[in-house]
């Protein structure tokens, strides 16, 4: 009996995340004018990392598309040190009114956050999964996020593309979200070298910059960040 609880704790530990992430796709309200749009987001996400840090939130990575055809216009990586952390932010009232707020910009049926599992070899549609078990420093790193066309069928040839990125001696980690139209992957590397894109069409890729919540740029059309601030 001992060892099957042991066995038991050891496959569990092996299957347990260093964080816990929401992978967050967001679509404008449409009575909402873009510039306003735009405009609320960047307010919006010194929100986000005013209300988290210190309590739990390690990264905050939003990216604003290019807002053309059926993208999403707003996509994010929020990583918690752990759901119980997430949980205790979302649960006070400032906590709650942020997360209503994110209504005053986005339609409430189809924007979501999806919660990754640990990547076990194979993948499914309308599914997140995360590569790395043991990384939560995005911080510290070099991330690119990329939006893929959904063309594809064969998701057991897709995995196995997944799983070969390991083999990366300047990865860290890689998270990707695939939905019927796209997949989109947010990738951590060691060190500012090129990345080379899963084999899907490429709709839109971009380096994060790193900037601290006090001196961000206006963010636009195709830009987002990697706060940098204290956890």
Do not use: C
Not at 20 to 41: C, P, Q, V
Not at 133 to 146: A, I, L, M, P
């Amino acid at each position: 009996m001992k060892s099957l609880i042991f066995i038991s704790l050891l496959l569990a530990s092996s299957s347990a995340l260093a964080s816990h992430n929401r992978f967050w796709i967001g679509y404008k309200k449409e009575s909402l004018a873009t510039d306003k749009f735009l405009n609320g987001l960047n307010v919006f996400f010194k929100e986000t990392v005013t209300l988290g840090a210190g309590k739990g939130l390690v990264s905050y990575q939003p990216y604003i598309t290019q807002m053309k055809g059926d993208t999403p216009d707003e996509i994010a990586l929020v990583t918690y040190e752990n759901e119980e952390k997430y949980k205790a932010i979302r649960g006070t009232p400032e906590g709650k009114q942020y997360g209503e707020r994110h209504w005053d910009f986005f339609e409430k049926e189809k924007s979501k956050s999806t919660v990754p599992t640990l990547f076990a070899g194979t993948l499914s549609n309308n599914g997140a999964y995360e590569l790395s078990s043991d990384f939560s420093e995005w911080q510290g790193n070099v991330t690119y996020v990329v939006l893929y066309k959904n063309q594809t069928s064969d998701l057991a040839t897709l995995a196995q593309e997944f799983e070969s990125l390991k083999k990366s001696k300047d990865l860290n980690n890689s998270i990707i979200l695939i939905t019927d139209k796209f997949v989109y992957e947010y990738r951590s590397m060691k060190k500012k070298s090129k990345i080379t894109p899963l084999a899907l069409p490429v709709v839109e890729m971009k380096r994060l910059p790193g900037f601290e919540i006090g001196n961000f740029p206006v963010t636009g059309f195709g830009e987002g960040i990697n706060f940098r601030f204290s956890k």
